[in-house]
């Protein structure tokens, strides 16, 4: 068990790293938390696609599918383009933590995120990254040098985008039900970041 929460991890329930890491990692996408104990985690396969009920889950794969990063907009589509999800905090918390927790780390201070020792090996291999939200900006920027501790207003322009010019992190706000409706948005901005970076250029459609 981890020392973290006592609990043992979705990402090793799961056994993501050996079921769902893609031989080439081309995009590691870096989130939040997995949400508390009654939800559901993001490579927990649901019924109907069509029905899912983890926003993430269904704004991300339906925006990258929409704009032909993947070739379908599931799970599998998802490690075929060599795309892999993991959390900031990897344990599941109830959503007043989580809230408190991002607050702080829109001042690069959440201690929940001060050992994200777990993200470095992805983020070594990544040939770009998508940060979502405050709670992953600060976790990436603990785990390396190369996303700087700048304050940012992921809401407003520049973002969806890239953090600097030529940089391999694109940011944005974390995909929820509250930004659902912006999906779409995120996801072309994500697409052409991407392109500009040579990285799916045999996959990407239009």
Not at 64 to 77: D, K, N, V
Not at 166 to 178: G, K, V
Request: charged share 25%; net charge positive.
């Amino acid at each position: 068990m981890p020392e973290c929460c006592g609990v043992e991890h979705q990402w090793d329930r799961h056994k993501v790293e050996s079921t769902w890491l893609p031989p080439t990692l081309r995009c590691f996408v870096v989130g939040k938390n997995p949400g508390d104990t009654t939800s559901q985690y993001f490579y927990e396969r649901p019924v109907d696609y069509r029905s899912d009920e983890v926003a993430v889950r269904r704004a991300l794969l339906r925006g990258l599918h929409q704009y032909g990063l993947i070739h379908e907009a599931t799970l599998e589509g998802f490690k075929g383009a060599a795309f892999l999800f993991d959390h900031a905090i990897r344990c599941q918390l109830p959503s007043a933590a989580i809230t408190s927790e991002r607050q702080k780390a829109m001042r690069y201070a959440s201690p929940r995120v001060e050992r994200t020792w777990h993200l470095r090996p992805w983020l070594a291999q990544a040939k770009v990254v998508w940060v979502m939200g405050h709670l992953a900006s600060n976790g990436v920027a603990n785990a390396t040098t190369e996303f700087p501790k700048q304050r940012r207003k992921i809401s407003k322009k520049p973002y969806p985008g890239e953090i600097a010019c030529h940089s391999r992190f694109f940011l944005s706000e974390y995909l929820s039900w509250r930004t659902e409706a912006h999906a779409p948005a995120f996801c072309q901005a994500f697409r052409d970041f991407a392109l500009q970076r040579h990285v799916f250029d045999d996959v990407a459609s239009g």
